[in-house]
Structures are given as C-alpha cells and as structure tokens.
C-alpha cells in the first residue's frame, strides 16, 4: 500500500476525532485513534509517531489539505483539539437525485405540527434551509398530543449524543418535594411515556441496577470525565415487553391478570388492547387476559376506567385497588372544604408524583 493510503486512513481518523465534540482527544488520543485504525486496516507494525500527527494536522488545515476549522484548547498543562463549527473533511456537493430526495424531506417536515420535540426539528429544518437554500413548503396536516413548554425538551438532544457516543453525564436532578442529587450516570436509553420522559442507565453508585430517571426533573446536565461503562446486558427493545408504562418494581415477576369490562367498555378495550399480552378470555362477560409485571403505571390505567373495570384476578392486585378505592370514598364522602384553587391541586399532584413519578 503506498504511502497516501497510509496518510488517508491517518486522516479520516483524525477528522473522526475532530468531529466529537463530546469527547476530549489530546495528542496521546489522537496517536492512539491512528494507530488504532491502522492497525484494523493494515494490522500490526504500522504504528504513528507524534511528529507525524503534527505534520498531518499541518496538512489538514492548509489550502492543499481542506482548510480544516480545527481549535486548539488549553486544559492546564495540555491542550485538545476538535472542530469549532461542523465540519468533515468527506462533505462533498450534492447530486441533483440527493437534492430533490432532500427538499421533499424539507417538504415533508415541513407540514408536521406539533411533532415531539419540535424544537429541534425547526433548528435542523433551518441548517439544511440555509445550508443546501432549500426551501420546503406545505401546511401542517398533522398534530400530536405534547406540552411544548415541556422541561425535558432542553435535555433531551444532549442525552441522546450522550448515547450515542458513550459519554457518562453527570445530572443534578430535583424530586418534586426539592431534595437534590448530583449523579453520574452511564445512559443507554430515552423512552417516552405518557408525555413524559424518561433516561435509562446506571448510576455509577449503583451500578448492579438499571435506573429510571424522569428528564423533567432533571436541573442541568454536563458531561462527566469518568470512564464510559457499555450496556452488555439490557436489551432495551425487549426490556418494556412484560411491563406497561417504563418502571419495573424491584423484585417483580409476570403475573396473569384477569379483568372484566362492562359491555360499554369492552369493544374499545378489544379494539385497543392494554398491552401486547392481552388476549380475550370470553367475549360475552367481558373478560380480558394480560401477562405484565404490574406496576404503579397499570394502577394507573386501571383507575382511568373507574366503574367500567373490575380485577377479578391476581387477588392481591385486588386488595390493593380495593384499598385505594376506600381512601377515594372517605375523600369524596365528607363536606368539601373551600380550599385556594391554585394550591391544593398542585399540591396534590406534587405528592403523587414523588411517590408514582411517571
């Protein structure tokens, strides 16, 4: 292989590095990822030297290399490199085929309102506007259930570069009663639930456990320079098959559940099932089957369907709806008192959430 091959291979790695903006790469680092990729390209016995680096990233930022916008900063003794705008030295024009397959995405886009996080979608509907003049036209055909003024919208876009490049973040988060934490945390996954959302990963206290973590209590987030602990052994695709909602209670095991609906209820219950588990046991008395690990999610479903629903089996889930069913009945069975409109319900609401939190 001659000696440009060499340098191509030293230089795609080093624009790679460059390109993370969530990782720090000092020249040890940038040795180590040349050496790295040549080694997978070429095997052993073609390892890089300092010098080298120094005269490739000499070249890179000269007109004969691609003017690359590379910074360099200082970090007390040492100094790391990446680029201070987006940048890789593979950008090329585009095709006209690419640019007509591209404008109809900014079409397209275009005519979703209220998409999740729609936030970010304008911004990237901006870059690729004012990048490639694109210009997408069309009304909004389309809505979806959000709360724009969501909080987790703010964190969410920097967890999710988290995840993908295998960054520890450290969060300050707040429960609702204002007691704080600061943890570092190793994310794996983002799920949303309910119009809220919600990071999994471990903390690296507890690392022998998955945490679930609400992104709307979360105060601010940042990167952590503690080594980056990979996800072996949770497969998020499978993990929420036995549950409804994202939390799994410590200890839990499936059960089967039997509920019965009311003839009013039981045709939208049949035509939406309550998880994928759900079979029908008998049709004429309204009888629905689930196998999930139950959680405070399901005890919440159940609830949504008030008088329309009845557990029939396991008997314990039963006792426990039943009790609640008890506190609801005292509640509503004495005189109201006239209370401040705009503070019970909160105040209410911030106490169920502290202990359900999803």
């Known amino acids: 292989m001659s000696s440009n091959r060499y340098a191509i291979i030293r230089y795609q790695a080093l624009d790679k590095c460059f390109r993370n903006k969530y990782c720090r790469f000092y020249m040890e680092d940038l040795i180590e990822a040349c050496n790295e990729a040549l080694y997978d390209f070429l095997g052993p016995n073609h390892e890089v030297k300092r010098r080298q680096i120094f005269d490739d990233i000499r070249f890179m930022e000269s007109e004969q290399g691609w003017n690359i916008p590379l910074e360099r900063i200082p970090?007390?003794?040492?100094?790391?490199?990446?680029?201070?705008?987006?940048?890789?030295?593979?950008?090329?024009?585009?095709?006209?085929?690419?640019?007509?397959?591209?404008?109809?995405?900014?079409?397209?886009?275009?005519?979703?309102?209220?998409?999740?996080?729609?936030?970010?979608?304008?911004?990237?509907?901006?870059?690729?506007?004012?990048?490639?003049?694109?210009?997408?036209?069309?009304?909004?055909?389309?809505?979806?259930?959000?709360?724009?003024?969501?909080?987790?919208?703010?964190?969410?876009?920097?967890?999710?570069?988290?995840?993908?490049?295998?960054?520890?973040?450290?969060?300050?988060?707040?429960?609702?009663?204002?007691?704080?934490?600061?943890?570092?945390?190793?994310?794996?996954?983002?799920?949303?639930?309910?119009?809220?959302?919600?990071?999994?990963?471990?903390?690296?206290?507890?690392?022998?456990?998955?945490?679930?973590?609400?992104?709307?209590?979360?105060?601010?987030?940042?990167?952590?320079?503690?080594?980056y602990i990979e996800n072996k052994d949770i497969d998020f695709d499978e993990y929420f098959d036995d549950i409804i909602g994202v939390t799994i209670p410590k200890e839990a095991k499936k059960e089967r559940v039997v509920l019965r609906f009311s003839p009013e209820r039981f045709p939208y219950v049949e035509s939406k099932p309550l998880h994928g588990s759900m079979k029908v046991v008998d049709r004429e008395n309204g009888l629905v089957e689930l196998n999930i690990i139950p959680n405070k999610e399901f005890e919440a479903l159940l609830f949504s369907f008030g008088e329309s629903v009845e557990i029939i089996e396991p008997q314990w889930i039963r006792e426990v709806i039943k009790e609640k069913i008890e506190k609801l009945f005292k509640i509503y069975s004495t005189c109201a008192h006239v209370v401040h409109t705009s503070s019970l319900p909160l105040q209410r609401h911030s106490e169920m959430d502290e202990n359900i939190d999803v």
């Open 75 to 227: 970090d007390g003794k040492r100094v790391y490199y990446r680029y201070y705008k987006p940048f890789s030295i593979n950008e090329r024009p585009l095709s006209d085929d690419e640019m007509n397959v591209l404008t109809q995405a900014v079409s397209t886009l275009n005519r979703f309102k209220g998409l999740p996080q729609f936030e970010w979608i304008e911004g990237l509907l901006a870059n690729l506007e004012d990048k490639f003049y694109l210009r997408g036209n069309g009304d909004y055909v389309i809505g979806f259930e959000q709360n724009l003024d969501y909080l987790a919208s703010k964190h969410l876009h920097f967890l999710f570069n988290a995840i993908v490049n295998k960054q520890v973040v450290r969060v300050d988060y707040q429960t609702f009663k204002g007691k704080s934490h600061t943890w570092d945390i190793h994310p794996y996954f983002i799920k949303q639930y309910n119009n809220r959302w919600f990071l999994f990963g471990r903390n690296n206290k507890y690392m022998d456990e998955i945490v679930t973590i609400p992104l709307d209590r979360i105060v601010t987030v940042e990167s952590s320079s503690l080594p």
